[in-house]
């Protein structure tokens, strides 16, 4: 039998119902898992699940929930899998108190246990270095954080859910609940993942937080010329604004512009003004009954095919379907 350890992070603000979501979805696959047996020849459950922390019991939202783990930390000498949860938004202070636990998972990981971490709880994974130089995911608002803190790692907010070398990291909320899918699917068969996808009314094989995403711009940076220029940008969607007219504009070099630009806000300037536009664009959509055309001009785009093209690149959606989505009147017209 292998060994499922899903981690309880000491902390006040911690996402309760990420630990409660994979240790229910597990526990049920592990039934349907043991009822089909006469077709596994006699493996019974798949995983013992624990639930492991470093505290004897934590308290959720101000006391109002309480988890008494399983068991401590030290008392598992050996995992295959360990599921981290999301922490709370005071990042730092959630690290230093929950030192033991990243010092535990880097550990286990190197004596081959495989890591999935829960949306925020990238941060946790991240501090324990396993995530320099690999792709991660987590929530797109805490993206501008967790960039400044963990510069060596691969941050993509798009992507749903990142596998790589053992490590698993997934998007925000309750994206996790199509993380623990796949991993069902992973370590049992399709089909016990299916059967959970229909249990549990979650949608398989979704791969893209795109369209959740809002972009408010990477402004926690202390380059007050990007930041000028960030606000230029913003303040004429309307325009179609060359990087040369930028880097005029604030008397820096083109190729020192971009540098800086890029170091800045992880984005090119072209990749900025895209990603401005299409947020502007995205709100016409979900709260006028402007037409594409028309949200289209607005934000300084003059050719469908090239406005679809970027609509669909920054939010996995087309223009119409992201309207009829979030705009119940607008799609009746």
């Excluded at 004897?56 to 599921?83: D, W």
């Excluded at 996808?197 to 979704?206: C, L, N, T």
């Excluded at 007050?224 to 604004?241: P, T």
């Excluded at 594409?292 to 379907?321: H, I």
């Amino acid at each position: 039998m292998k060994h499922l350890t899903i981690i309880v992070p000491d902390g006040q603000g911690n996402n309760l119902s990420s630990i409660v979501g994979a240790y229910k979805i597990f526990t049920r696959a592990n039934e349907y898992w043991k009822q089909c047996d006469k077709y596994r020849m006699g493996r019974g459950e798949l995983f013992k699940i624990q639930l492991a922390g470093i505290s004897k019991e934590v308290e959720f939202y101000e006391g109002l929930f309480t988890v008494k783990p399983h068991t401590h930390i030290s008392a598992i000498a050996k995992t295959n899998l360990i599921i981290v949860p999301s922490l709370n938004h005071d990042y730092k202070n959630a690290l230093k108190e929950n030192q033991l636990l990243v010092d535990w998972m880097e550990q286990q990981y190197k004596d081959g246990a495989e890591i999935a971490s829960i949306c925020t709880g990238a941060f946790m994974l991240a501090a324990s270095g396993l995530l320099d130089g690999k792709t991660c995911s987590t929530h797109w608002a805490a993206a501008p954080t967790f960039r400044s803190m963990f510069p060596k790692v691969n941050l993509q907010t798009d992507r749903l859910i990142t596998d790589e070398d053992g490590i698993y990291t997934n998007g925000g909320a309750y994206s996790f609940l199509n993380l623990i899918i796949y991993l069902v699917e992973k370590y049992y068969d399709r089909q016990t993942a299916i059967f959970c996808s229909k249990v549990f009314q979650i949608e398989m094989d979704r791969q893209s937080q795109s369209a959740f995403i809002i972009f408010t711009g990477q402004k926690l940076h202390g380059d007050e010329m990007v930041q000028q220029a960030q606000a230029y940008i913003e303040s004429n969607l309307h325009e179609k604004i060359s990087v040369e007219h930028l880097s005029s504009r604030f008397a820096v070099g083109r190729r020192n512009f971009d540098r800086r630009f890029i170091k800045a806000t992880g984005n090119t300037p072209v990749e900025y003004a895209q990603r401005a536009k299409i947020e502007s664009a995205k709100k016409a959509f979900e709260t006028t009954r402007k037409t594409v055309n028309e949200v289209m001009y607005d934000v300084g785009y003059l050719d469908v095919k090239a406005f679809r093209e970027v609509f669909r690149k920054v939010t996995g959606m087309l223009p119409l379907d992201y309207r009829s989505r979030y705009n119940k009147e607008a799609a009746l017209v």
